[in-house]
């Protein structure tokens, strides 16, 4: 099985008008699907990303105090997966529980070394 990394972007403006209800049922929603993929082995890592950051720009030398997006194209976090193919993955992906809040997932293989 090759390696895929799922590089989901957004939902940060549709978040933040959630009651804290429903970000509990959303976040169950992350916990089932994640729990899905370690279940059928799938599952390599993950984790959600802090909206604070830094870019570095012009080889280094410039360093900026936030990422360079708007709001629906920040990168809010990321999962490693185990697929067959990119098509597979890709069909994995189908079921992320980011899309409840508009995300956008972004499938890349891992190139190996």
């Not at 590089?7 to 403006?13: M, P, S, T, V």
């Not at 830094?54 to 990321?78: H, M, N, Q, W």
Request: overall charge negative.
């Amino acid at each position: 099985m090759k390696e895929f990394l799922l590089i989901i972007r957004g939902g940060h403006d549709e978040s933040e008008d959630r009651s804290p209800e429903e970000m509990q049922k959303h976040m169950q929603h992350w916990q089932q699907w994640m729990g899905g993929l370690a279940e059928n082995g799938r599952l390599v890592g993950g984790q959600p990303l802090m909206n604070e950051g830094k870019t570095l720009t012009e080889r280094g030398s410039k360093v900026t105090d936030r990422p360079f997006a708007e709001g629906k194209e920040l990168v809010g976090g990321y999962l490693l997966i185990k697929a067959d193919s990119l098509d597979h993955a890709t069909d994995i992906s189908k079921d992320c529980p980011g899309f409840e809040y508009n995300c956008s997932v972004e499938v890349r293989e891992i190139s190996p070394m």
